[in-house]
T-cell receptor, first 112, second 114 residues
Framework: EAGVTQSPTHLIKTRGQQATLRCSPISGHTSVYWYQQALGLGLQFLLWYDEGEERNRGNFPPRFSGRQFPNYSSELNVNALELEDSALYLC???????????FGSGTRLTVV | QQQVKQSPQSLIVQKGGISIINCAYENTAFDYFPWYQQFPGKGPALLIAIRPDVSEKKEGRFTISFNKSAKQFSLHIMDSQPGDSATYFCAASRSSGNTGKLIFGQGTTLQVKP
């Protein structure tokens, strides 16, 4: 069974640009979660998508947004990039929210 | 009330020793408590999880102890091995009023010395 796949692995952007990160969940998983892992700040919840709808978002500004497609894959968009957006962005999926999540290996976003 | 506090921040253990990581939570609505293991350059991987209806769960060398009244839970790694060297995260979530939000502790970096 393929795990959660994320692309790209690494992304370098200039401050003010936009970044798009992609995630494919495990087959059969309908919920997708996005987390930010910044150095020294642990894992911060960003967004939860289920059945194509945004169900919850963490304490992040509106320039962090995303969507979930009919095939349950998901996209995270970060607009007007700031230096402090540099982090590892992790996607996870699950069958039913509140249970065990399976994480991808993440996208390392560097803003210069 | 949404926080999960994890300690210690880092831990050094000799090979064969016991590694113990502790977590505490405030929200009594939490009813799912997983532990994740993360190696450098990888995403966190689910190690073991417990629900509040049991006080202990063991899987191989890994044991979760859960104290509902104290709102604390801990991970014990028996016979620690160098391959266990990684960052460990505790987490908590709730099923009711589902937010889909898994709240993570700050992480513990474990180093097992040969």
């Amino acid at each position: 069974e393929a795990g959660v796949t994320q692309s790209p692995t690494h992304l370098i952007k200039t401050r003010g640009q936009q970044a798009t990160l992609r995630c494919s969940p495990i087959s059969g998983h309908t919920s997708v979660y996005w987390y930010q892992q910044a150095l020294g700040l642990g894992l911060q919840f960003l967004l939860w998508y289920d059945e194509g709808e945004e169900r919850n978002r963490g304490n992040f500004p509106p320039r962090f947004s995303g969507r979930q497609f009919p095939n349950y894959s998901s996209e995270l968009n970060v607009n007007a990039l700031e230096l402090e957006d540099s982090a590892l962005y992790l996607c996870a999926s699950s069958l039913a929210s509140g249970g065990g999540y399976t994480f991808g290996s993440g996208t390392r976003l560097t803003v210069v | 009330q949404q926080q999960v506090k994890q300690s210690p921040q880092s831990l050094i253990v000799q090979k064969g020793g016991i590694s113990i990581i502790n977590c505490a939570y405030e929200n009594t609505a939490f009813d799912y408590f997983p532990w994740y293991q993360q190696f450098p350059g990888k995403g966190p991987a689910l190690l073991i999880a417990i629900r509040p209806d049991v006080s202990e769960k063991k899987e191989g060398r890994f044991t979760i102890s859960f104290n509902k009244s104290a709102k604390q839970f801990s991970l014990h790694i028996m016979d620690s091995q160098p391959g266990d060297s990684a960052t460990y995260f505790c987490a908590a979530s709730r099923s009711s009023g589902n937010t889909g939000k898994l709240i993570f502790g700050q992480g513990t970096t474990l180093q097992v010395k040969p």
